[in-house]
């Protein structure tokens, strides 16, 4: 059995079995290996991004690592953007990268890179093997890495991969998460017990069903409000549940949110801080003067320190209906397409169990709003602020739940960056919508030059806005996905509904 074989089996026997892969010549047996050591379903992305992101959405439906096979550090290079968003999203990615022949590297070839730099970037976990037999261990160790909500990046010599090595079985090293904080959570709850307005913001896994669930508890016995991260990994909503509005993108509006508060517990989610560094705007989006802990972490499971926080606050073990939301009363609009018509069609139309994969951008502003009362769902947003997201997470998100019902809700100038996804969706034959919000413009740039009272691009600067000519329907249908094109809220409801009721892939523009 050769190095390439055991660590397919390695992988596999983790509980691995999809692996998302642009293999190159010093991935090849890796490749044949697949066949020689079956278990691994292999799958094709036409550009690294692809699979990365795809690996992103996996992981975040399916709960458990997937494989990516990337080739040298031009691969993971071009994959890497995605792997940041699956890093902010705590998503497990086992990435495995091809490197030369070990006794090759000294050339110095064309394609020689310092992998190791790159890949630790992103990685929590980073290492190259230093030879056949340490395969097995170097694998363990990474997927283990994997299932603690990091990304692992195992570099594998090409020369290692071929050599002859004896299986070691190596037992797979349990994740058991540490005791709950006490004083942490006795300190929160005391201080959303304390005078004045105090906020639970959530994170994480407390964005669940169950989370929330318990989250709503807490809010029934002292009162609080629920906040979201501005941007989480994978969050429940709709009827049932409670209507938990997320932090705004925007620091002033973030701002504004947040200094309602005197007190603001944090449960598996970071503290806020404006996604960049503007002129008379602070960093941080926590005032002076408030009160701020924070419970939960990688080491400890949320679920369980939100129950002890429910527990110590004297909740009920059911909370009140009337603090769960109730079905939208929301009438499908009419006339000519913007932001909140699609908005509405959407929230309105999207079925239950639905996965929506929301990339929109500019576009988006009225969803989260309006999806309080849709049918219950799961969203998973672009967690790291790095476009190309869409595309290739929600094929990945297909591909760990085939039952359920994909969505992704796209800006056109993000869709572009990861666009051959398309192609593995048509492959696969995916259930994945893909509405497009076509404005044919960078919008999001013209909003951050307006910050800098550029109310009107001069004529060098709207080059590089300018999005117009691409014709989606015929890129969709060039992928192999049937494609449609809606200009009226008419057209986009008829088309959507016509989507959902039929097998495999979907794309719809929408013009703006």
Known sequence: MNGAEILVRTAFRS????????PGTTEMPIVEAFDKAPGMRPILGLFEGVCTGAADGYGRMAGKPAMVLLHLGPGLANGISNLHNARRAGTPVFTVVGEHAAWHRGFDPPLAMDIEALGGTVSGWCGTVSSAREIEADASHAIHACRQGQIATLILPYD??????????IEEIPLEYGPVDRDAVDLAARLLRSRGSTALVLGGRALGREGLM???RIKAACGCDLIAETFPARMD??????????????PEMAIGMLSRYRTLVFADARKPVSFFGYRNVPGSLIETGQETVSIGGVTQDILEVLEALAEGLGALSHPPRELLAGPSDLALPTGKLDGEKICIVLAMLQPERAIVVEEAITNSIFYHPFTAGSKPFTLLTLTGGSLGQGPPCATGAAIACPGRQVINFQADGAALYTIQALWTQAKLGLNVVTLICSNRSY?????????LGVLQPGPAASKLLDLSGTDWVKIGEGFGVPSAKAETAEELARELSQALQEEGPRLIEMVL
Do not use: M
């Open 15 to 22: 509980g691995i079995d999809v692996c998302f892969a642009n």
């Open 160 to 169: 290692y991969q071929l050599e002859e090595v004896s299986e070691k079985n």
């Open 214 to 216: 318990k989250a709503v």
């Open 237 to 250: 909503r709709g009827v049932g549940l409670p209507d938990v509005p997320r932090i705004p993108y925007l």
């Open 443 to 451: 919008d999001i740039l013209r909003l951050e030059l307006s910050r």
